[in-house]
């Protein structure tokens, strides 16, 4: 069965500062997507990237950043110079690639950027 | 790019009516619907799996009769909360799924039962 484990459930850190989100990841499925959404206080999901299992190649897209280990089933986010703005919890999720089935969920991790 | 529409962002009702929670694909046909709870601080739990025309399937622990969900047309699924009572006070959200397209969530559902 999927398991999405963040085992991060609340971090600080001051602004500028770098923040790493991490995510470990359980399937039986040979094939699938991870996924990072972001749910800032307004309760709606931000979809911020999704990647092939496949894929290892590490994805930067401005202050973001994701390290795809498939050796150690993790897919962490890195966060560069932190903002304010940044403050959300942050779920990272697994499906299959058939995507008939759902999302499974971590349980997020709230991040607080403390100006 | 893809977008759902969830309707109405905020509900407050009193115990023992029944709420009506619209999710709509404005720009793509969703051939699948997924149906989420979130209670506070706490992740994404998933109440059932709906597909166009078909009837949905509920996970383990959700009551069928009491969330009632509707996927008629392939732009279109509601989840009716009957006789709501304050445990049934969450965060509700919504995520269609098409063709080409992954995962869009609706912006979600606030319902309150005093």
């Known amino acids: 069965a999927q398991k999405v484990t963040q085992a991060q459930t609340e971090i600080s850190v001051v602004e500028k500062e770098d923040v790493t989100l991490d995510c470990v990841y359980e399937?039986?499925?040979?094939?699938?997507?991870l996924f990072w959404y972001k749910q800032p206080p307004s309760g709606e999901l931000v979809f911020l990237i999704r990647r092939n299992s496949f894929d290892e190649q590490n994805e930067i897209s401005g202050r973001y950043s994701w390290n795809f280990q498939k050796s150690t089933s993790s897919f962490n986010f890195t966060i560069t110079a932190s903002q304010v703005v940044d403050s959300a919890v942050y779920f990272c999720?697994?499906?299959?690639?058939?995507?008939?089935?759902?999302?499974?969920f971590g349980t997020g991790t709230r991040l607080t950027v403390i100006p | 790019g893809a977008v759902v529409s969830q309707h109405p962002s905020r509900v407050i009702c009193k115990s023992g009516t029944s709420v009506k929670i619209e999710c709509r694909s404005l720009?793509?046909?969703?051939?699948?619907m997924f149906w989420y709870r979130q209670f506070p601080k706490k992740s994404l739990m998933l109440m059932a799996t709906?597909?166009?025309?078909?009837?949905?399937?509920?996970e383990q622990g959700v009551e069928k009769d009491k969330f009632l969900i509707n996927h008629a047309s392939l732009t279109l699924s509601t989840l009716t909360v009957t006789s709501a009572h304050p445990e049934d006070s969450s965060f509700y959200i919504c995520s269609a799924r098409g063709r080409y397209y992954g995962y869009t969530f609706g912006s979600g559902t606030r319902l309150t039962v005093v």
């Open positions: 720009d793509f046909q969703a051939t699948t």
């Open positions: 999720a697994l499906s299959d690639q058939t995507g008939a089935n759902n999302l499974f």
């Open positions: 709906s597909n166009e025309g078909s009837k949905a399937t509920y």
């Open positions: 399937t039986r499925d040979t094939t699938y997507y």
